[in-house]
């Protein structure tokens, strides 16, 4: 070993130890201010994510309800032709059906109600075919 206090690098005021009582303080300061670190950002997170979804999801009207009460109504108020297929059937036992607005249909509806010499109107409800005819007839109402 060498004598010079400079050649080994080991002074005297180098191997102290650090207080106990400063350490502490210093970490236990460190964690706390970690902490509080981490829930603020996680607060302002979760903050400016429901913004988002507020303005991008809540706010937005519906894209594909647009589309589709826009196409219903155009079906409302036009003409137009389809088939329904009966279930089991094929499509030779497809039914043509004529699709007309709700306007004309309301005119026709009143003008068969005011008029008396409506004889006859067919139709069904709930599976059961029924026949309305004119209190006129000799028969009356029958139901099948």
Request: charged content about 30%; aromatic content about 8%; proline content about 5%.
């Amino acid at each position: 070993m060498s004598s010079h206090p400079g050649e080994d690098n080991l002074e005297p005021e180098q191997l102290d130890d650090p207080e106990a009582g400063w350490t502490w303080f210093f970490s236990l300061a460190s964690i706390i201010l970690l902490v509080i670190t981490v829930v603020a950002v996680t607060v302002l997170f979760y903050f400016f994510r429901d913004l988002e979804v507020e303005k991008k999801v809540i706010d937005q009207p519906a894209l594909q309800l647009s589309e589709l009460r826009t196409e219903q109504e155009a079906q409302l108020d036009g003409y137009s032709r389809y088939q329904v297929i009966p279930i089991g059937g094929t499509e030779e036992d497809a039914e043509d059906f004529i699709r007309i607005p709700i306007e004309r249909a309301m005119e026709i509806v009143n003008a068969e109600a005011r008029s008396p010499e409506t004889s006859s109107l067919d139709g069904q409800v709930d599976g059961e075919s029924i026949i309305v005819r004119d209190s006129a007839s000799e028969k009356g109402d029958v139901r099948q």
